[in-house]
């Protein structure tokens, strides 16, 4: 099956800085990929996504860029601020039954 | 506004009750939903599938008998936990899938059971 690593596992940046997230994943056939905040004790929220026919996707401070030959997508926030604190998973999708795998996580942490 | 309602927030029970949770599709048929465990600090693990009006689809390693999913409408998917004992204390979370639509999908706010 799918798999999906994520990393860095912890990530803590100063406000303003960017902050770049990496997922690799092992199945050719994924060709969906979001990436999700999750704030305590909360359920995901998606903050962008990717499909397999794109290299980029911006919107506003966030960003994701997707490699298809190399397996590995990036989240990219610039500009960074203390709301932004939160996990963040990524995750790769294949078809469309709706099942996907998620990294890991990444907790980031904004210092003000 | 949320798209998917997940109740209770937050729930306590026993060792040995059975605890219901509920996810409630909010403005939209939900033809599919999926339910996740996920322990402190780990990711989301995908427990089943829950497709309305036919039996669930479980995960490797997950009891079918102790997880009673039920999606008889739409709208609502349960997620029944049953004989519950301290081990099952973890944050539930559900997501739906929109008829006729795939991605992305839409999750729920969780919900945190913990067994005493």
């Known amino acids: 099956g799918e798999n999906v690593e994520q990393h860095p596992s912890t990530l803590s940046v100063q406000e303003g800085d960017s902050a770049v997230i990496k997922c690799t994943y092992s199945?050719?056939?994924?060709?969906?990929f979001p990436w999700y905040k999750q704030e305590l004790g909360k359920g995901p929220q998606l903050i962008i996504d990717?499909?397999?026919?794109?290299g980029e996707k911006k919107d506003q401070r966030i960003a994701v860029t997707l490699n298809k030959t190399a397996k590995h997508f990036s989240l990219h926030i610039t500009e960074t601020q203390p709301e932004d604190s939160a996990v963040y998973f990524c995750?790769?999708?294949?078809?469309?039954?709706?099942?996907?795998?998620f990294g890991d996580g990444t907790t980031l942490t904004v210092k003000p | 506004g949320a798209v998917v309602s997940q109740h209770p927030s937050w729930v306590i029970c026993k060792s040995g009750t059975s605890v219901k949770i509920e996810c409630r599709s909010l403005?939209?048929?939900?033809?599919?939903m999926f339910w996740y465990r996920q322990f402190p600090k780990q990711s989301l693990m995908l427990m089943a599938t829950?497709?309305?009006?036919?039996?669930?689809?479980?995960e490797q390693g997950v009891e079918k008998d102790k997880f009673l999913i039920n999606h008889a409408s739409l709208t609502l998917s349960t997620l029944t936990v049953t004989s519950a004992h301290p081990e099952d204390s973890s944050f539930y979370i559900c997501?739906?899938?929109?008829?006729?639509?795939?991605?992305?999908?839409?999750f729920g706010n969780g919900t945190r059971l913990t067994v005493t």
């Open positions: 997501s739906a899938k929109f008829r006729g639509i795939t991605w992305p999908l839409h």
């Open positions: 995750a790769a999708s294949i078809g469309d039954a709706g099942k996907s795998t």
């Open positions: 990717i499909r397999s026919n794109v």
């Open positions: 829950s497709n309305e009006g036919s039996k669930a689809t479980y």
């Open positions: 403005d939209f048929q939900a033809t599919t």
């Open positions: 199945d050719s056939a994924s060709n969906y």
